[in-house]
């Protein structure tokens, strides 16, 4: 893409006046404009970069899987968090959820001989929903900031767990063999369990961008109070919100089981936070209204694969946090001087018209 | 909406009351608006006019009182309730989306659906794009709101009133940051509304606009009803006298103060896209008005003076001292002090004791070895809070709990706490009673008679006109006019604030 187009198209989005621009070329400009575009670029120069130095980065049967099924997980809770961020909230609960569907998985598993793995995997959507309901009731009707309150779930849930696993791990050999081979099959050299994570990102990607309820979503993460002047029904939307993330959550609970076969008292710690990172780092802003889940979920598969990519390129662990660290500071202070350079620029553009 | 309900009007109110905590805000608001007619309501700030809107538009539940539409009797818990009941109401501040595209925020909610409740965006813009020119405005459809100027983004409600097809539209001053042109526009569109047969209700305080649109007046004093007039049948004048009702120098008690030397002195300050070139001097025991329309850049000029915000270029300087730029500690320590518009998000640590609160700007003073204890800060704050006559019982009484006019003079105690020689006050009497209005005016009144230079925000003209020894008028972030009090009039004040507007337009 030439330098000059972007400045044009980019100053052409401070007028007023309808664009003269076609529809196509503006769609164009916002396309190589947007943070997805240029985040995806860091991916694909990280992939390459990972590759050259030890060619089955990529291309082997086991790196091209690796690098399309670790991130299903992380996308999972990147997506539901996503939307729960538009919405100006957050969802610190869902690494404990995770955990406690995950064991729910092996449980149920071991106490009900044959369960078909549908029902399964049913129970653990709905059981994880409905503890996204515990968050966004909490948070719709109780009036306190979502930090607060899913911080709490967040060490209650994993209490809620803790209790009923006790010193029980589940294992491997806990879990028929249908259950694990989820998280191992593939169709076309594509895993079943990215097919998934993939499907519920379009869905919920597709619902955001051309459904009433998402666009309300956005609009209540922009300005609350001007939601609820315009009679948007804030409540309920918030809870839908917080269902959802709780729900996927539940779903990456089950998958964790079936990807990788044993649940310890420790699934699922921290990675409430790579899910933010991730929201954040694919352009998400953290005060809600704007950024796309496409964006979280390629930032769950940046997050990922760097932490893959930069063993096999020789730096060392530390290195490894602290670059993930300087992305997310990277994102938000990117954000800053855009936003910044474009209320200046509105500003002129108003003195001298 | 039927033939039954035809000969009623459109909307009527019948001694509505509302109340937040101790502050009653409505004491007993009647209004009936027919169809097809344009009826204005006037009064003065504080007397009521946007809390019967947020009534009617269901932001706010009465108290009391009988509210009809179209002659049934409703009760709207939502503004939800009352967009689907045909009310489109227009606030006096915009409120959209910023990050959400202008079309999106005119259809937000009731977007146009296609096959599999899928939102038709190209039908949206396409109605967007067909109300604008409905409105002869040019705005592009596409781009996000974040950004706007305030007429347009005025424009932007209007077209999202208007594409809601209702029976009864709510206008709260929606021309207070409108050029000529524009406010001409929206007359146009609202005369063929009216003509179409729907209700208009059009708040302002120029009384120019209400005689060229309004067919019906009513006038509301101290959130009471006053009286209702056709516009044929009554003149400005007696619409003023409604409108106060009382005398003026009972409510604003300015003493002649003697006035000394330049206090405060603001050499060419300039903020791009907020504020030019201003040049101002307040001097000791002088009250200075700032005044001008909402979103002429008052309160951003005072802002930068005390330094909470950057400015550009220009400088301030305090008795011949230079203030640093973006430093409100080193203008605290040159003896300036700051009241800002919300006192109660920024003025105030609302969940605080009224000692803690006082005491709390001279906290190194009064501290012995860093530290703080309650005693020290009651025997800090109990003079002042004296002084003032500060009605709580006891000095250790939250914040929170006190009515508007108590907590603003907490806040002026914890002001003077620091023993400052300038007081910048932006909006001294807003959500403040009618009683204690008084009072506070009293009370600056007396400080300027001590010699306290004040520099005092309003968009109360009487609150200017009548507490203000010089007038200095803003409009677009442009000094329009300096005003002597003898000068100060009312039309003098608003022909300045709204002259920039008309020679650009």
């Not at chain 2, 706007?148 to 077209?159: F, N, P, T, V, Y």
Request: include cysteine; hydrophobic fraction near 45%.
């Amino acid at each position: 893409m030439s330098h000059t187009d972007v400045e044009a198209s980019a100053s052409e989005t401070l007028l007023v006046e309808p664009s003269r621009l076609s529809p196509t070329r503006r769609a164009l400009g916002t396309v190589l404009r947007s943070r997805e575009l240029s985040i995806f670029l860091v991916l694909v120069a990280v992939t390459v970069l990972a590759t050259s130095k030890n060619e089955s980065f990529l291309f082997s049967s086991d790196g091209l899987r690796n690098f399309l099924l670790n991130p299903s997980i992380l996308l999972l809770l990147a997506v539901g968090q996503g939307v729960v961020i538009i919405t100006r909230n957050v969802d610190l609960s869902v690494g404990s959820v995770m955990a406690l569907t995950a064991y729910l998985t092996g449980r149920l598993f071991i106490e009900v001989p044959g369960i078909p793995v549908v029902a399964v995997i049913a129970a653990c959507l709905v059981v994880g929903a409905l503890l996204g309901l515990v968050n966004g009731a909490l948070v719709a009707y109780g009036g306190v900031p979502a930090l607060v309150i899913t911080l709490g779930t967040l060490y209650i849930y994993r209490g809620i767990m803790l209790t009923w696993a006790g010193s029980d791990r589940i294992n491997a050999g806990d879990l028929p063999r249908e259950f694990l081979r989820l998280g191992t099959r593939t169709t076309l050299g594509i895993p079943w369990m990215t097919i998934l994570a993939f499907v519920v990102l379009a869905a919920v990607g597709y619902y955001l961008h051309t459904a009433r309820g998402g666009r309300e979503m956005y609009a209540i993460g922009s300005d609350p109070d001007a939601a609820v002047l315009y009679g948007l029904p804030v409540k309920r939307r918030l809870l839908a919100a917080f269902v959802l993330s709780g729900a996927l959550a539940g779903l990456a609970g089950a998958l964790y089981t079936a990807r990788y076969g044993t649940v310890s008292s420790s699934v699922g710690s921290g990675i409430e936070l790579q899910a933010v990172a991730a929201a954040v780092i694919g352009g998400i802003a953290i005060f809600g209204g704007s950024g796309t889940v496409w964006g979280a979920a390629i930032g769950a598969f940046l997050l990922v694969t760097i932490n893959r990519a930069l063993p096999s390129l020789g730096i060392e662990d530390f290195w490894q946090r602290a670059v993930v660290g300087v992305l997310i500071l990277g994102a938000i202070v990117l954000d800053r001087v855009l936003a910044t350079r474009q209320a200046r620029k509105l500003a002129e553009s108003r003195d001298h018209s | 909406m039927s033939d039954t309900t035809a000969a009623a009007p459109v909307l009527e109110l019948r001694d509505v009351s509302k109340s937040f905590g101790p502050v009653v805000a409505l004491r007993s608001g009647s209004l009936r608006v027919d169809a097809g007619s344009i009826h204005a309501l006037i009064g003065e700030n504080g007397a009521g006019k946007s809390t019967l809107v947020k009534v009617v538009a269901g932001v706010h539940r009465r108290d009391s009182g009988t509210f009809d539409l179209g002659g049934e009797s409703v009760d709207f818990s939502s503004t939800a309730e009352s967009k689907q009941a045909g009310v489109a109401v227009i606030y006096q501040e915009p409120t959209l989306f910023p990050d959400l595209s202008v079309t999106e925020n005119i259809f937000m909610g009731r977007q146009p659906l296609a096959r599999g409740r899928r939102i038709d965006r190209p039908a949206m813009t396409a109605e967007a794009e067909r109300l604008f020119s409905r409105l002869g405005v040019r705005i592009d459809p596409r781009r996000p709101a974040a950004g706007l100027s305030i007429a347009d983004q005025q424009i932007i409600e209007i077209a999202k009133a208007i594409s809601l097809d209702a029976r009864l539209l709510v206008m709260d001053e929606p021309t207070a940051a409108l050029s000529g042109v524009e406010v001409d526009r929206l007359f146009a569109v609202a005369r063929s509304l009216r003509d179409e047969g729907r209700a208009l209700v059009f708040i302002s305080h120029r009384f120019d606009e209400v005689f060229a649109l309004a067919d019906t007046v009513t006038v509301m004093r101290d959130g009471s009803y006053i009286d209702t007039r056709r516009i044929e049948e009554t003149s400005p004048s007696e619409l003023v006298s409604l409108m106060v009702g009382r005398d003026v120098d009972d409510l604003f008690p300015k003493v002649p103060a003697e006035i000394g030397a330049p206090v405060l002195e603001v050499r060419g300050l300039t903020k791009a896209g907020v504020f030019h070139d201003i040049d101002l001097v307040v001097r000791a025991g002088e009250i200075v008005g700032l005044a001008g329309l909402v979103g002429a850049g008052r309160s951003e000029v005072a802002r930068a003076v005390f330094g909470v915000d950057s400015y550009d270029s220009g400088s301030v300087s305090l008795s011949g001292r230079d203030i640093k730029a973006h430093d409100p500690r080193s203008a605290i320590r040159a003896g300036m002090a700051f009241i800002p518009e919300d006192r109660r998000k920024q003025g105030l640590v609302i969940d605080s004791s009224v000692s803690r609160n006082v005491a709390g700007v001279i906290r190194r003073s009064i501290a012995k070895a860093g530290l703080i204890t309650a005693s020290m800060e009651n025997r800090a704050a109990g003079p002042w809070a004296g002084r003032l006559e500060v009605k709580t019982n006891a000095l250790d009484m939250n914040a929170a709990t006190m009515s508007g006019g108590n907590q603003q003079k907490v806040v002026i105690a914890k002001w003077l706490a620091t023993d400052p020689q300038l007081l910048i006050i932006d909006e001294p009497t807003r959500g403040i009673d009618v009683g204690t209005k008084a009072e506070v005016h009293r009370l600056l009144s007396e400080l300027a008679g001590q010699g306290l230079a004040i520099l005092m925000i309003s968009s109360e003209l009487p609150e200017v006109l009548g507490m203000a020894d010089r007038v200095l008028v803003l409009c677009e972030g442009r000094l329009t006019a300096e005003l002597d009090r003898a000068d100060a009039t009312p039309e003098a004040v608003m022909h300045a604030a709204t002259h920039h507007l008309e020679t650009t337009a």
